[in-house]
Nanobody, 127 residues
């Protein structure tokens, strides 16, 4: 069973950086592809990006390309990270990590590849 817990959210000024973590307490973390989503107040959930189970491939949605990056530590911490740089007020949202068996972009971008969700962590970017 995969149990995902996000951490690292908080308040940051525009232009700043923040790193989110998502840890799985189970034993199958390194068999799942992992992704990040976000949902801003009053808006639909938005796909951010994903990383393969072995960290060899990643992809990102256009709005965060070049500013956000995803990495993972399978060996020691069962954790996936979302490094967010050059943050903007429009990045304010609840951020969710997710685990899925598929790595098809068409599925991840629509949230259809997710088998397990975390509960989210709030990121607020002040102007």
């Amino acid at each position: 069973q995969v149990q995902l817990v996000e951490s690292g959210g908080g308040l940051v000024q525009a232009g700043g950086s923040l790193r989110l973590s998502c840890t799985d307490s189970g034993r199958t973390f390194n068999t799942y592809n992992m992704g990040w989503f976000r949902q801003a107040p009053g808006k639909e959930r938005e796909f951010i990006g994903a990383i393969t189970w072995d960290a060899r491939s990643t992809y990102y949605t256009d709005s965060v390309q070049g500013r956000f990056s995803i990495s993972r530590d399978n060996a020691n911490k069962n954790t996936v990270y979302l490094q967010m740089n050059s943050l903007k007020p429009e990045d304010t949202a609840v951020y969710y990590c997710a685990a899925g068996a598929s790595f098809r972009y068409q599925l991840w971008s629509r949230g259809k590849a997710v088998d397990f969700w975390g509960k989210g962590t709030l990121v607020t970017v002040s102007s």
